[in-house]
């Protein structure tokens, strides 16, 4: 099981996005996506993976380059299969892969107009509303920017892992931490509580939290409602309101703020950009 530090991840996620308005992801080694920013794709990438025929086309592209990646633990830049490009940087250290950090989705500027015309041409307004805008408005960079990207992502890789924000595993007690908060999702859990639980004095709770977590004990809890809530708005056809409850809080108002400052969108767009089809 791979352990992130989310407070610190989200931070250069965050700035890696406002340098290079390229989304970034971070997946385990076995292709788990584990932390993203912003929340939602580019919206052409959206709109096609709807539809299930496509969706399947983009995760076998994925995982395609991925295995490429992991066999030679280097980086892979790649033009998918409808033209757009896409970067893979391992993350690894003497005991091999530990995930990846990927960045992509947009056009090299040398061949912007002559894809965009071939997309035209492959998908339909009447199959894809809204989808002729979404082509318009896939970014382009240049060669020497993409370059600029791919060696800014190897230094973080490099600095995250230095810096111990990705690591193979939970420490013993941080994994019974997560059950305890699994199993009490719709409570106000505080820090009182984790010390009852496992017999555990604050010093050395707050020891813990700043050796594993990144942030402070009440910050991770309400990191992994959070993570829990989003699964529930993937998986499941409950309000958000209802979500909110579940989760533990009982003032929708401040489960709002707090998602989409965690997430950088509200509750409903991220239903809508990650919705999985329930069977």
Known sequence: MLHINQANLYKIFRDFYTLTNMRVVLFSKEQEQLMEYPS???NFCDLICKNEMWAKRCEECDR????????????????CHLGLWECIVPIYDGNGILGYVMFGQVLSDGEETRIKEDLNRRFSEE???????????????SKAELDACITVLQSLAAY????????????????HMDKFIEKNLEK???????CAEFHIRRTRLYS???????CSIAEYIRRQKIQHACRLLRETDAS???????VGFCDYGHFSRVF?????????????????KLK
């Open 127 to 141: 199959e894809f509303p809204g989808i002729s805008e979404a082509i318009g408005k896939i970014p382009a960079k």
């Open 64 to 79: 395609r380059n991925v295995e490429i990646c992991s066999r030679g633990e280097k980086t892979v830049r790649y033009s």
């Open 208 to 214: 813990v939290a700043k050796a594993y977590l990144g």
């Open 260 to 276: 989409r400052e965690m997430q950088g969108v509200t509750a409903t767009k991220y239903r809508k950009s990650h919705r999985t």
């Open 240 to 246: 958000v309101n209802h979500i909110a409850y579940q």
């Open 40 to 42: 939602t794709r580019h």
């Open 188 to 194: 106000a859990i505080g820090v009182e509580d984790i």
């Open 160 to 175: 995250m892992l230095s810096n111990q924000w990705v690591t193979p595993q939970k420490s013993e007690f941080i994994r």
